[in-house]
């Protein structure tokens, strides 16, 4: 590989990152395009204007119809050309008209209800055979049945909606899967502003499709190395979510001796993983982000103990809610423990998003209670300490007032005092435990991330103060970051435990916060 046109491709993707909801140029070039909104009612509307115009509403028309073609027509020369021209002229279209062509996806082409009831009619209407149930598997138990096999044959068919076709054929066209997963990117996007139930109901069907193409029998694991294409390292720095990479030597850094990135990659969109996870050899667990990023010089591979995943990203918006990241890790576990025997501790260094929303929107909710339901999250001696030490800092009426104020500042002044930091400390910290361990949503994990490890099997293993400095670390969790731990015995029994009851296992270190 030419270093100096990678290291061009790769400031130049930094610089310009890919759209979430485009993953090739032509889609960004498409996506880029301006049309002019569709107003018949404009008199006063200039000549270039209505032409503008027309030929927008013509290209929708042309695109609804080539989607039309690619759903009704077998013939294959036909069916391709259709299948292209749908999938181009998408692209070409804008978001609102992108918003309109698949409500009309999701209400022309659903399922034929009537045709459904009709049949759900005439199978209630049938009388079950008299006698012994084993006469069913007799020869004259199954001409009895016949009448309900026939029925349920039909009304397996009905059942499914027509857009089902397209699906099946844009999936196995050239192209067709990654156009699948940006058409659900959209779906996902408009259903953001309008919950309506019949695309709710599309983008139920898309993502049980995209979940059966993307098994894990159908997904390649691969080592991304320094030696990789430029276009695939290029995507690699687009697409990191957790810790931006700075610059080339950063890139390097994190595919050299020491550490490991792998990938998961399908055939049907090569050069492009739709999902990567970034691995640090260490002898303990990591309990500061610094300490993988800037820790010079690299420790030898061979007194490793650790593998600590330190970042996960999704390369595709669109495939969204289907959980690539539990198969990738637990693929990658058995790759390290094969690859290298000595290493026999498995665990996260991760960050906690929702953190700081949660606390600052909790003390906000609880200076507008009366006091007869106020909640005090401080204890006596810690909201002494707190009004003590922030004098210079910031006023109140009370501690979580004053607490509030200087976590919500932009500015972080906090972090530059070690006696106020000292001060937050350990109300932030149990704070922290309470979050992870007892906030929850539908009787899962508040917190996203920590919701995904716990559904793969992990624990929570250990909070940690001040493990990540930077502006978006601060601004998250104030800081702080957790390390949950894969334990491969109990991985299984913790994912079951977590998903039936929504029990979350803790080290008891963690659990003496709360």
Request: positive net charge; without cysteine.
């Given at each position: 590989m030419n270093k100096k046109k990678a290291l061009s491709i790769l400031m130049r993707t930094r610089m310009h990152p890919p759209s979430p909801t485009t993953t090739t140029t032509t889609a960004n070039k498409m996506n880029q395009m301006q049309f002019p909104p569709l107003d018949a009612d404009n008199k006063a509307s200039s000549s270039s204007s209505r032409d503008a115009s027309t030929s927008f509403h013509v290209d929708f028309v042309r695109v609804k119809e080539s989607m039309h073609n690619a759903i009704s027509m077998n013939k294959i020369e036909i069916l391709d050309a259709a299948l292209d021209d749908f999938s181009e002229g998408y692209f070409g279209l804008s978001n609102e008209n992108r918003r309109v062509l698949l409500l009309t996806l999701a209400t022309q082409y659903d399922l034929n209800r009537k045709q459904v009831r009709e049949l759900m009619k005439q199978y209630l209407g049938l009388d079950l055979p008299n006698g012994d149930e084993s006469v069913e598997n007799t020869h004259e138990g199954e001409g009895s049945f016949s009448s309900f096999?026939?029925?349920?044959?039909?009304?397996?068919?009905?059942?499914?909606?027509?857009?089902?076709?397209?699906?099946?054929?844009?999936?196995?066209?050239?192209?067709?899967?990654?156009?699948?997963?940006?058409?659900?990117?959209?779906?996902?996007?408009?259903?953001?502003?309008?919950?309506?139930?019949?695309?709710r109901a599309l983008d139920s069907y898309l993502k049980?499709?995209?979940?059966?193409?993307?098994?894990?029998?159908?997904?390649?694991?691969?080592?991304?190395?320094w030696d990789d294409p430029a276009s695939l390292l290029e995507k690699i720095v687009a697409y990191e979510a957790v810790h931006p990479i700075s610059n080339l030597l950063d890139l390097k850094r994190r595919l050299g001796i020491g550490r490991r990135c792998f990938g998961y990659l399908h055939p049907a969109i090569p050069g492009e993983p739709l999902i990567f996870i970034e691995v640090a050899l260490m002898k303990n667990v990591a309990q500061t982000i610094q300490e993988v990023l800037w820790d010079e010089p690299p420790m030898p591979e061979s007194e490793a103990t650790c593998a600590l995943f330190y970042s996960i990203s999704s390369t595709q918006p669109g495939l969204s809610g289907i959980n690539l990241g539990k198969f990738l890790i637990k693929r990658v576990i058995d790759v390290v423990r094969r690859d290298m025997p000595k290493i026999s501790t498995f665990a996260t260094l991760s960050p906690i998003p929702g953190y700081?929303?949660?606390?600052?929107?909790k003390l906000a909710s609880i200076e507008r209670c009366d006091s007869t339901f106020r909640e005090n999250l401080l204890k006596p001696e810690e909201e002494t300490a707190l009004l003590g030490a922030s004098e210079k800092y910031t006023t109140g009426k009370n501690g979580m007032e004053v607490m509030c104020n200087l976590l919500s500042s932009s500015s972080h002044d906090w972090t530059k005092s070690d006696e106020l930091s000292l001060v937050l400390k350990t109300p932030l910290?149990?704070?922290c435990a309470r979050y992870l361990l007892e906030e929850k949503k539908r009787g899962k994990a508040l917190d996203s991330v920590g919701n995904f490890h716990?559904?793969?099997?992990?624990?929570?293993?250990?909070?940690?103060?001040?493990?990540?400095?930077?502006?978006?670390?601060?601004?998250?969790?104030?800081?702080?970051?957790?390390?949950?731990i894969y334990k491969v015995e109990n991985i299984e029994e913790n994912a079951h435990s977590y998903f039936s009851e929504g029990q979350i296992q803790a080290s008891d270190e963690v659990r003496t916060y709360i």
């Open positions: 096999y026939r029925i349920e044959r039909n009304l397996r068919h009905s059942l499914k909606p027509m857009y089902e076709v397209l699906f099946e054929r844009l999936n196995t066209h050239p192209g067709g899967l990654r156009f699948l997963s940006i058409m659900r990117a959209d779906i996902l996007s408009f259903l953001a502003d309008e919950n309506i139930a019949s695309v049980e499709k995209l979940i059966t193409w993307l098994s894990p029998a159908n997904l390649q694991l691969h080592n991304i190395t700081m929303q949660w606390l600052l929107a910290m149990r704070l716990l559904q793969n099997g992990a624990m929570v293993g250990r909070i940690n103060w001040m493990a990540d400095r930077s502006e978006k670390g601060l601004k998250q969790s104030a800081g702080i970051m957790v390390n949950y």
